[in-house]
């Protein structure tokens, strides 16, 4: 069996939040002019300090930030950032092991050519004699 309680608290909820308010006044009373002037203290830097954090992430009418750093403060920016930069690393590393690939050995045994020709000192003026075009005149 459920029961529904279609009964309003807003009456109940506003009699406690008036009683709460009242105890605080009761006490902000009490408190010493010490501790006041503590308070103040601590209220006016936490303002400052909002207000100078909002005036250096200003948005202009184009969209642009104001400052050139404030993308430091997003994380998706820097994640993106920061992904972006790896992609880059990794597809340099492996252009440079394929490069180191092509002088291995596996490439020596599987060119064209025998390996022994490569070592070869009289091979390499062979083959560009060989190369070499009749010159058209």
Request: proline letters at 4%; hydrophobic letters at 40%.
């Amino acid at each position: 069996m459920i029961t529904q309680d279609h009964t309003d608290h807003t009456a109940i909820e506003d009699s406690a939040a008036k009683e709460i308010a009242g105890l605080l006044d009761a006490r902000a009373q009490q408190l010493s002019m010490r501790t006041l002037q503590t308070l103040e203290q601590g209220r006016s830097r936490a303002v400052n300090a909002h207000a100078n954090k909002t005036a250096s992430h200003q948005v202009h009418a184009d969209g642009s930030l104001s400052s050139w750093l404030s993308w430091s403060a997003h994380p998706r920016a820097m994640s993106v950032g920061l992904l972006c930069a790896a992609l880059v690393v990794g597809l340099t590393l492996s252009q440079q092991i394929n490069q180191h690939h092509e002088n291995s050995d596996a490439f020596l045994l599987g060119a064209e050519l025998p390996p022994e020709a490569f070592v070869d000192r009289g091979f390499e003026p062979w083959l560009n004699a060989k190369l070499e075009l009749p010159s058209s005149q």
